[in-house]
Structure formats: structure tokens, C-alpha cells
């Protein structure tokens, strides 16, 4: 197994954990935003500063989650806060947008180590 394999497979790992503890919590869902992003489109959107072109996207190491609560959509970075915390917890490595210099509170991504 590759390196990048071994990363996507923890990755898609946590990524199950972390939905698992939002459905602990009555009231909590996701859906998913985007999980996969061609390097063509992340050209695009570093072009239009909507993000960068070597996307953690573009490996299948990064996800948007979008989060309910109540059934009201969660747009804030501090909505995603509880989530964030958890998902670092769950393995060196795992990194929360909502602590990037620009907050991206819906993304959570897998580095490479």
C-alpha cells in the first residue's frame, strides 16, 4: 500500500467516526459537500481566491461537511467548532479548516505525514 492509499483509507476511516459522533448528538446531522475535486477546478477556484490549487481535495484527503442542527444548516466556522476539536482528536495528522488563516469551518482534511 502506498503511501497516499494508507492516508486515504484513515482518512475515509475518520471520516465515518467523526459522522458517527455528530448522529450522538439529538438534533446533530450532516450531508456531504465536496469530497473530491478535479485539478481543473481547483485551478479555477485558487483563480477566483475561493481556494488553492494543490486542494487536499484533488487526493480524496479532504471533505465539507455540512452541518444541521434542528434542521437549520450550520453556515458559521463555530457551529463546526465541537466538530473540529473531534476530528483532530482522532489521529495525528487530521486538520480542521475552521483553524486556517481564512477559517474554512466545513472542511476537514488528512496530511500526509
Aim: proline share 6%; glycine share 8%.
Amino acid at each position: 500500500m502506498t503511501p497516499l492509499v494508507r492516508a486515504q483509507t484513515e482518512f475515509a476511516h475518520d471520516v465515518g467516526q467523526l459522522i458517527l459522533w455528530v448522529y450522538e448528538h439529538p438534533g446533530w446531522t450532516v450531508t456531504f459537500g465536496e469530497a473530491q475535486r478535479p485539478p481543473e477546478i481547483a485551478a479555477i477556484y485558487a483563480s477566483q481566491d475561493r481556494g488553492i490549487s494543490k486542494s487536499l481535495h484533488i487526493d480524496r484527503l479532504a471533505i465539507d461537511l455540512n452541518l444541521w442542527i434542528d434542521g437549520i444548516w450550520q453556515t458559521t466556522t463555530e457551529a463546526h467548532q465541537p466538530l473540529g476539536a473531534y476530528w483532530e482528536s482522532l489521529r495525528p495528522g487530521n486538520r480542521w479548516g475552521g483553524r486556517f488563516k481564512r477559517p474554512d469551518g466545513n472542511h476537514y482534511e488528512r496530511n500526509l505525514l
